[in-house]
């Protein structure tokens, strides 16, 4: 009941194009959706985020798609640059308990220029 | 100002040494956390503290130990280093009760 379940592992993107990673919870108590990108050397930082009563937020070229019924959440990365080549972590958590961010496993994501 | 600070950046020893991370957060948050993180990037989560007192041991070995002389303070003591320690280390902290967790930059850990 724990897992997020996260794909594809990696992903090769041109120059212009979307990227999409895809996540899926079985927790029905989650409600606090976060996506991280780490780059590199670095640690992995807050993207964006989507709570489960509305089903899509935008944030510049990133977006998150959210489907409550299907348990399962997106994130879009529209005119893909190679600065967005990182590690793209989704996760999630019930807010306001004393749980813990659940993290799915990765997806690599390469921008070919 | 950093938010959550660790050190080493980088730790390169021996096996069999025991070596410690400091990690430091002004955040005012009270729950941290260690994080393990291999080769294939996965994180996973070895320690959660809250107030001083742990709440999470994910069967880590009794080699690592954590300590928390304060609510802004979360070291990891390593015993008896083996190959297999060997990863990026990280530490982050969050609000109990709220969403956003913040992770430090790392310590990578060579063990040879």
């Known amino acids: 009941q724990q897992q997020v379940k996260q794909s594809p592992q990696s992903l090769i993107v041109q120059k212009g194009g979307i990227s999409i990673i895809n996540c899926a919870y079985e927790?029905?108590?989650?409600?606090?959706f976060p996506w991280y990108q780490q780059f590199p050397g670095k640690g992995p930082a807050l993207l964006i985020a989507?709570?489960?009563?509305?089903s899509e937020k935008k944030e510049g070229r990133f977006t998150i798609s959210f489907n409550k019924s299907a348990k399962q959440f997106s994130l879009h990365i529209m005119d893909s640059q190679p600065g967005d080549s990182a590690t793209y972590f989704c996760?999630?958590?019930?807010?306001?308990?004393?749980?813990?961010?659940?993290f799915g496993k990765g997806t690599k994501l390469s921008v070919k220029p | 100002d950093t938010a959550v600070s660790q050190t080493p950046k980088y730790l390169v020893t021996q096996m069999g040494n025991d070596k410690s991370i400091k990690c430091e957060q002004n955040?005012?948050?009270?729950?941290m956390y260690w994080y393990k993180q291999d080769s294939k990037k996965f994180l996973k989560i070895m320690f959660s503290?809250?107030?001083?007192?742990?709440?999470i041991n994910e069967t880590v070995p009794n080699r690592f130990s954590p300590k928390s002389p304060d609510k802004a303070h979360l070291n990891l003591h390593i015993n008896s280093l083996e190959l297999g320690d060997s990863a990026v280390y990280f530490c982050?902290?969050?609000?109990?009760?709220?969403?956003?967790?913040?992770f430090g930059p790392g310590t990578r850990l060579t063990v040879t």
């Open positions: 982050a902290s969050r609000r109990t009760g709220g969403a956003e967790q913040y």
């Open positions: 927790n029905t108590a989650f409600d606090y």
């Open positions: 989507i709570r489960p009563d509305v």
């Open positions: 996760a999630a958590i019930q807010e306001g308990s004393q749980g813990n961010l659940i």
């Open positions: 955040l005012g948050h009270d729950t």
């Open positions: 503290y809250n107030n001083k007192e742990l709440i």
